[in-house]
């Protein structure tokens, strides 16, 4: 699958115009994308095509989705391309069957990695898991991967949902716990910066030990009722707040039961 037509324009779509364009043996023909404004740009920094006209959606070996969820059925089905050809989505959360039965090779080629417009990741490090319609074709596409990635895993729907998941939890939820520790933090004339250094190593912890569960600290964890009820008082004008402190806090102490 060396010549390769890339379809969106979106934050994974920018990651992966980079990666592909880096790699030896592929050939990024084209970006197919209705933004035009982020199309063209995304084809002149990798130097290639683009288009958002299907009449001229280049001949390829490979299609790759990398568009919203909810994009991948209509587009596969809508844009002019060849039955012969492999077509596969980036999507965690989507099987397989989202791509039509005409394709003899269809698959999924999902990276499990969070993706921001303008900030450059090093695609060689990101997981990707891939999933084919046939072992050959799942063969095919663990080739491919791994000329963009060093870590390449088969993963079929079932288990790549089970994983967008978890992704989920370590990634989206955690963030928007750190936008709440800011949040917090509204009124005290101190800055989202001091809880910098405590959210790197924290995550550094993680990590390193393999089980996030082993490294707990906290007052739930340590069952320290006094400061819990401190807690709760400071967070009383604001129920929703308190919610997620009560539930988070149950959690890990029950948590810290089962694994001690």
């Not at 990635?149 to 928007?176: E, I, K």
Request: overall charge negative.
């Amino acid at each position: 699958m060396k010549n390769i037509v890339l379809i969106g324009s979106g934050n994974l779509a920018e990651a992966l115009a980079r990666a592909i364009s880096r790699t030896e043996g592929a050939t990024l023909l084209q970006i197919f994308a209705r933004n035009a404004k982020r199309g063209t740009a995304l084809a002149l920094e990798n130097g290639t095509a683009w288009s958002s006209d299907p009449r001229e959606l280049a001949a390829a070996d490979l299609y790759i989705l990398a568009v919203s969820d909810a994009a991948i059925t209509t587009l596969a089905e809508s844009l002019p391309i060849p039955a012969e050809a492999a077509v596969v989505h980036t999507a965690g959360g989507i099987g397989i069957e989202a791509l039509p039965a005409r394709f003899d090779r269809r698959g999924v080629l999902y990276p499990l990695q969070t993706f921001t417009q303008g900030r450059s990741v090093d695609f060689a490090k990101i997981p990707l898991f891939v999933e084919g319609n046939d072992d050959s074709f799942t063969s095919e596409l663990e080739a491919f991967a791994s000329n963009l990635s060093r870590t390449v895993y088969r993963a079929d729907s079932d288990r790549r949902v089970r994983l967008h998941l978890a992704a989920v939890f370590a990634c989206n939820f955690v963030n928007h716990l750190y936008a709440l520790g800011g949040e917090i933090l509204h009124g005290t004339e101190l800055p989202f910066d001091v809880l910098k250094p405590l959210i790197a190593e924290t995550a550094a912890k993680a990590v390193d030990s393999g089980d996030p569960h082993r490294v707990q600290t906290g007052p739930a964890v340590r069952g320290d009722l006094p400061t819990l009820r401190r807690h709760e008082a400071a967070l009383a004008h604001d129920p929703r707040l308190l919610r997620i402190y009560e539930s988070l806090s149950q959690d890990i102490w029950e948590t810290s039961k089962k694994t001690s």
